[in-house]
């Protein structure tokens, strides 16, 4: 028999040391049969630095960062949240979460429990984490956290119908997210690889990239080793080895000036690296080209 996954968490810093913790937690002897439904809601905010690790998540978690920054660790990927970011957290994921600069943070979350979760999961596309920058939208969604956590301390039998209707509501609103972020890849690649394959001769980092595309460096590199099986800083350098031996092909320039046409500091490195990428000098390429 398989043996299921221990849940636990671990916590590390002063999580006494709170500006803001309330945690409301609805309890209900009829909810474990109920197909979907909030378990709590909690709001936090912290100017001291903390960590926090758990293992095989119990609930759906839906992070909504109001304010400062958190770094959010999975086991295959990483997001960092800002301002305006909300984080989808799926069930039986093994997480951790730690504070950045400042060591400031403000956040509400919401956890959903469900005998039916993982299925509604399943038919909405929500059954991996993701980040979601939802800037606007962020007011709409935490107009539907302050509906939940109401009915939850006012726990009225008459209320139960209305909170889980609010609570798939909101669910279905991070599907419907998901689509349009998904729909929008192929025009963000797009632009990405145009800006990664001109002005060859300036020193760009894939930092730089991520900032310029508004996306983390991680969904960055995620993004394009899907797509190409290459690194953005891969990508760049094909761009510049197919540029040098357009150059050295039709062009009389001499290896330094090519060097600098293609954004490297001297000749020798540029050598260098177009014999690991070719297998050959720029010359022999240059002397097999003319032949």
């Known amino acids: 028999m398989k043996k299921r996954p221990r849940h636990s968490c671990h916590f590390q810093g002063d999580f006494s040391g709170a500006d803001i913790h309330r945690l409301h937690i609805w309890q209900h002897s009829l909810q474990e049969s109920w197909p979907i439904y909030p378990f709590a809601t909690e709001e936090s905010m912290r100017h001291v630095p903390v960590c926090f690790q758990e293992q095989f ?95 939850i301390e006012r726990n009225l039998p008459t209320e139960f119908s209305e909170l889980m209707g609010i609570t798939y509501t909101l669910v279905n609103e991070f599907s419907m997210l998901r689509k349009k972020q998904k729909s929008h890849t192929p025009r963000l690649l797009t632009a990405i690889q145009t800006r990664l394959e001109n002005n060859l001769n300036e020193p760009l980092s894939i930092r730089e990239i991520a900032e310029e595309f508004h996306i983390s460096q991680t969904h960055l590199e995620t993004l394009f080793r899907k797509k190409f099986g290459l690194s953005p800083k891969e990508y760049r350098i094909n761009c510049k080895i197919e540029q040098a031996k357009y150059l050295l092909h ?42």
């Open 57 to 151: 998540c119990r609930y759906l978690i839906l992070v909504f960062l109001l304010d400062g920054k958190l770094r959010y660790h999975f086991d295959d990927k990483q997001f960092d949240l800002g301002k305006g970011d909300a984080l989808l957290i799926p069930p039986g994921s093994n997480y951790s979460f730690e504070t950045l600069k400042n060591a400031y943070y403000h956040k509400k979350v919401l956890e959903i429990k469900g005998v039916n979760l993982l299925s509604i999961l399943e038919t909405l596309g929500l059954n991996a984490s993701e980040r979601f920058p939802l800037k606007e939208k962020m007011e709409w969604f935490l107009q539907r956290w302050d509906l939940i956590t109401e009915r």
């Open 250 to 291: 039709h062009t009389n320039l001499s290896m330094k000036e090519i060097a600098f046409q293609t954004g490297y500091c001297n000749q020798f490195y540029f050598s260098q690296e177009f014999k690991r990428m070719t297998g050959k000098t720029p010359s022999l390429f240059r002397r097999s080209q003319a032949s």
